[in-house]
Nanobody, 119 residues
């Protein structure tokens, strides 16, 4: 079993910054893709940013230039640095990982961390 635990969500003013962290633990052989998704009330869950094991990254157009995803593979941890935050960034942010476990690639989600951008 693999667990993803997010942290770092908070209430921040527009223009502010936050750094989210997600640590994976459990029966991990290796991690392929790690990423962040978000879901605002009444909206579908959407991709924010992903990072592959090869170092490639991909971002939603709405966050390009403001958010940066990074990984510490030794710690099985992924980060999301969020700058110039806007009220429309308010959402529950979920960590996601594709993990090799006993020869199988499995998909996991964290429980989410709340980001609220408001004055």
């Amino acid at each position: 079993q693999v667990q993803l635990v997010e942290s770092g969500g908070d209430l921040v003013q527009p223009g502010g910054s936050l750094r989210l962290s997600c640590a994976a633990s459990g029966s991990i052989f290796s991690i392929a893709t790690m990423g962040w998704y978000r879901q605002a009330p009444g909206n579908q869950r959407e991709l924010v940013a992903i990072s592959t094991s090869g170092g490639s990254t991909n971002y939603a157009d709405s966050v390009k230039g403001r958010f940066t995803i990074s990984r510490d593979n030794a710690k099985n941890t992924v980060y999301l640095q969020m700058n110039s935050l806007k009220p429309e960034d308010t959402a529950l942010y979920y960590c996601n990982a594709d993990v090799w476990v006993r020869g199988s690639l499995r998909h996991y989600w964290g429980q989410g961390t709340q980001v609220t951008v408001s004055s």
